[in-house]
């Protein structure tokens, strides 16, 4: 033995140099270790480094370490523990300068990490463990690197390790409940497979990653999945300007694949999967962190979808997937916006490439969404569509898309809104690098909108649907309206049915030239409608009232508020150069209405009240500029005042300036007149028991000044007296009683004709439009009267009108007298025939009457004076007796005047008047010394 030893002392002296180490190794390593750990923390309050056993072979590369625990002092729980730390190394790998862990389990173990804030600024944090310092607050330079061996592992094992984080007053917990990796190698380009679970905070984290650590592209490629980790355990690790204005709570679950690439030139990352957020509750405070000025909440926010980043010489960001939260509320002092369930959907990019470019692909919708402010609250839903290109280096905008609305409902101070649904589809472009915009919008619809008071719940305002086509606008001012249309529109004040009704209202091509302020119009045209207006005492439309009222049902606050604001815009108006206000001009190239469009109307102002339905079938005006407001407009108008009589008018007029230019011509065929018995009855004092009108009116004015030829029908006219001192006053006005007249200008068919000519200055402030017809209707029934009268009594044409006298009876048509030879009652042959004129006139106007009035003279006295004497000396003669003077007295002369007018009125019974028409008078005595008549008074 002892020479075989000398023989091979060499061996031998290798031999015992191992045997020497590994007894070092099994009997000293693991005091000397504890004594180096221990003497290493005890600076840092740990008293006690307890290690239950520690194995080291270097002959097979493997290292064990079981139940490592640091203790503070005065504590009898372990601070740090390591349960077991198994580490197996190939010591052949070493031979081929690699570093190859053939096995690592490392389990059951407790891992306190503290981070700190540094002492200076731009320093690391300090991160401890156990508190134990792991990292310097100098920075060192940098040491060139030697060699190194290259890494492989073939299989590393971690379970139940507990690692905490303390940072400020928040505590964090990972909890590895399992791991593992495996088949990594550094001379590999094949994927190491790393498995992860663990819990965060007490939330689970599952994770399966294939790591191509060492590709010539290295990546990493796998799933990662959270359920409910609770973010707000890590607000202490926001810097310290957020921690102080914001307070935040959500819980995160996420289940996502994803492929993370490194390039020479930057980086590419692929992620596709769920991203949830619930319990979003978020607040921003001030800077003193006294009053929340932002607060956010939602019950759940969540990602599904494809996130695609690539930075390569550029960076390019890519999105395809969907955006969805529930119950969503963001709160900013007293305004709130909410929605119960948010969707956003689609495909972005954003590519910063030479020249940058976002596109974006995108559809939102809305559910339950509601805004409120302390004036105004409103709710709907909303969905949109828009795809929209934002190109940097042509500074340029583009966006296509739509926008819906449903289930309008908004309500502010005394009103609300509804509507079933609003929807458009635009078409948008904006250049700003010099602020230009084109925008279109192609269609706009809003369907079932209705104005309320909240009051009374009563709908003021209603339309069934608005249509609008192709609105194009530029930053300019410039606007084009294709065409709009108006379907059942109703404005109904208060309780009432709607005064006004539109069926279907179309403006075509609307054009606004903000250069030039003018606004054109092609076409407006109404199709059928409904009117209501009620006149009332004070001359005001009950309707127009009563709308008014309706829309003006504000609170004395909001009255106040408009106020002052008002007088502050006019305040700022006045300061503003007046000279520098255009004036917006319009032209209309045709109004057309059409249809069916009644028009009720209601006067209060008569008893009974007057009530008549009309209808205007067809309206047609055209070239309205307001720029050549002395332009003669075209018009045409037919209107139908009840089922059987129509207005129509047809001709030009000013309509800017009407007073100006008027050329016309109406016609009216057939109106009943009795419905107008109520006007009549106040103005007249008489009623309408029938008739009806047709009249022919041509009316001109020129410079203010009309003239105008009215050729008036009136069929069988019949008047009734109602009021008899309304008729009084009335009867001042005409220069023969109404009746009178009347029964003069009617033919034996009881009808009149009459012209009524109206001229005049109206501009003049003396004119009065209701004195010029009265006066005209005057003069025309006193020229008819005379005109008949003379050519039915012709050749006694001697007429006298009572105002022709000058006298104050407005009351009496004088005709030519009945003469009489002075004493006699004799009726002469001329005064026969003048009697059967007037015999003719009385029969055929039956509703004429005649007054015989006074009847004698002082020429009959003298007369039956001059009888008297010379039959007295006739008498005197024969009996030789002297003659004796005579006297006639009054009572001889009344007698002689009361024998002629019934001589008169027994002649025209006699020729078929009827006695009904005549009328004596008490006799009177003229003074006319030279004849003896009987006056006849119609």
Known sequence: MLAWIVRHKWITLFSSLLLIIWLFISVLLKPITQKMLTDHVKPYGIERVELADLNFNPLSGTLNLEKLALYKANSDSPTLTLGELDINLSVWALLQQRILVESLVFADSTLPFSMQKPKQAGMAPIINLAGIPLNAQ??????????????????IELSNIVISLDYEKQHSTLQIDEMSLTDLYAWSADYGLLKFKAQLNGSAILATLKLYAFDELPKIVGTVKTDHLDLAKFRDFLPEG??????????????????AELHKEGIKLFNQGNIDLSGIQLSQFDEQNTDKTVALEAKNLSWRGDLYVTQKATLSIATEGDLSASKLQLVQ?????????????GVGLVDLSAQPIVKL?????????????????????????????????????????????TGI????????????????NFNNRFNYANNELLANINQLNLKQLQLSSRTNKQAIISQDKLAIKSVQFNHLGDALIDSLTLNNLQVSPQEQQAFIQLNQLDINRIQHDAKAQKLSVDTVQLDGSHSQLTLLENNQLAEVDQLMQSLNQTDKKSQADNAVDVAANQKQASTQDKTTTTALHYQIKQILVKGDNTLQLTNTQVKPVFKKQLKLTEFNLNNLDSSNKENLNDFKLTLQLDEYSRLT?????????????????TDIDGMALNEL????????????ESGQLSAQLQTQIKDNIIDAKNDLQLNKLKLQSADSKVAQKAREKFPVPLETGLALLQDKNDNIELSLPIKGDINSPDFDINDVISTALSKAMAGATRTYLLFALQPFGAIAMATEFATSQASAITLQPIEFTPSSTALSKPMLDYLKKIATLLKQRQGLQIKLC??????????????MAKQVQQSAQQTGQTAQSTAVDDRQLIQLASDRQNGIKRQLIKLGVAARQLIICKPKISADTQKALVALNI
């Open 138 to 155: 100098q920075e060192e330079p940098a040491k060139e690197s030697s060699p190194s061996l290259l890494p492989g592992l073939d299989e």
């Open 242 to 259: 957020l921690q102080k204005t914001l307070q935040y709570s959500a819980q995160l679950s996420t289940n996502t694949t994803f492929t």
């Open 333 to 345: 002092a007293d305004n709130r916006i909410s929605s119960d369930k948010v969707n956003i959907s």
């Open 361 to 405: 692909q995108q559809s939102l919708t809305l559910n339950g969404f509601q805004a409120s402010t302390p004036q105004f609250s409103a709710a709907t839903h909303i969905s949109s569509r828009v795809d929209a290109t934002i190109a940097t280096a042509q500074q340029s905008f583009d966006a296509t898309g739509s926008l819906k609305l």
């Open 409 to 424: 409902n908004a309500q502010q101070a005394e009103f609300s809104i509804q509507a079933e649904d609003f929807s458009l």
């Open 649 to 665: 008018s047809a001709g030009k007029i000013s309509l800017l300036q009407p007073k100006h230019r008027l050329e016309a011509k």
């Open 677 to 688: 018995s109520a006007f009549s009855e106040s103005l007249i004092g008489y009623d309408i």
């Open 854 to 867: 006074q009847g004698a003279s002082e020429s009959d006295r003298l007369a039956l004076q001059a009888i």
